[in-house]
Structure formats: structure tokens, C-alpha cells
């Protein structure tokens, strides 16, 4: 891995003409973080649009970078090094975004259950569901029952994204569920669990849509939920 990650970017990605060839590929190969901005920057400079960037370039390589990861190529830790490659991205593309239209999948709240304070899966997730083009609101970590609910009905999500790491935080999911059916808001949204505490049969238990084993497959989910 720090051989992967302390590499200088490749000849064949120097000699791409095609500027969102070239970022797709240093997402998916795991080039160097400076020479990665340095691309993302030359794009923007060659008046390529942000929307562009995103779609044809982050998205591109994640889809690439993901599929790696399910074969078995790659690892958590070099996945997370590609998500936060798109953080990168995201950071210098979004004051042009605000201003470019860009094509939006669906909405996802997303969260860490109370009791919980992990969140390197949800990042892993939310990072990659936004290069999928899903606007995703982070309640971050800790998050009640109550506070899912009204985000619900606040926001009007497609999906709410349950993250949970810890089995002593798994009846939170069950009563966060249970507080959508009461209030009839669980008919609109799509509920996904996801964290090494979830199961499929614990899905089943408490009536969750659906349990994803990874931030790839959760994406997944989400991609095809919401596809038109």
C-alpha cells in the first residue's frame, strides 16, 4: 500500500490527451495526491466544466476504483485513499458547481446511530454516493432516533442511510425504524443499514430495505433505486 500511494503519477497518465481519461485513471490506479489535483487543475484550466469533471472523470474512476475492490484487488484502506482523492476534488470543483448544473440522482440522510461515535464507513459512503451524484446530508455521529425522523420529514430524502459498527447500537436502528412506520414517513424513503454490526437477518428483523456489506454496494442500492 505506501508503495501504491507514494508513487509519482504514470508516464501513460502524463500522456493522456483526454483530461478526464487521465483523473478517471489516477482515481482508479491510486496516483499520488498532488499530481491528482495537478489534473483536476489543468482540466479546469484546458475549460473543461466542473460538471464534466464530475461526471465523466470522479465518477468514472470510483465506479472503476470500486469494482477493483469487489474483485478482490483492492483493500479498505486503498479504497478510502480513492474516496478521499474525490474529497480532494470536490474541495476545488464545488464554488463552480454552485453555479454549473449538475445532474442529481437523489438525496440521501445519512448517519451514525446513537450510542456510536464510528464514521469511516459513513465518509467512505458519503464521498462516493456524491460522486455518484447523490446530494447527501451527513447528520454525522451519535444521532437519536428522534433526530433521523424529523430529518426525514425536514428533507425529504429518497434514502436514510442507518450506519451502525457496534452490536450494543443495534436496537437504535430497530426504534429508528419503528418511530418512520409510527409517523407514516417510512412509505417515502428507502431505509439502508449499513456497518460490521448489520445483518442481513437483522435487516429483515426490523424492516430496513436493505443491508450493504461495503460503501460500494450501499451506492449500489442507491443507484438503483433511484434510477428513472
Known sequence: MADRLS????????????PLEGIAHAISNLESSQQFVELVTRALQEKVSSVEIVEKGLRKGLHELGQKYEAGEFFLSELLYG????????????????????????????????????????????MMAEANGFDVQDLGVDVAPERFSESVGEMSPDILGLSSLLTTTLSEIGTT????????????????????????????????????????????????????
Open 7 to 18: 508513487v509519482t503519477i504514470s508516464s501513460d497518465v502524463m500522456m493522456m490527451s483526454e
Open 83 to 126: 474516496a478521499s482523492l474525490v474529497d480532494q476534488a470536490m474541495t476545488i470543483l464545488r464554488p463552480n458547481l454552485k453555479t454549473e448544473k449538475i445532474e442529481t440522482k437523489g438525496r440521501i440522510v445519512l448517519g451514525t446511530v446513537r450510542g456510536d461515535i464510528h464514521d469511516i464507513g459513513k465518509n467512505i459512503f458519503k
Open 177 to 228: 425504524v419503528a418511530a418512520l412506520e409510527k409517523s407514516g414517513a417510512k412509505r417515502s424513503v428507502k431505509v439502508l443499514l449499513g456497518g460490521n454490526a448489520v445483518t442481513e437477518s437483522f435487516r429483515k428483523e426490523v424492516g430496513a430495505d436493505a443491508a450493504a456489506v461495503d460503501a460500494v454496494q450501499g451506492v449500489d442500492y442507491c443507484v438503483r433505486w433511484t434510477k428513472k
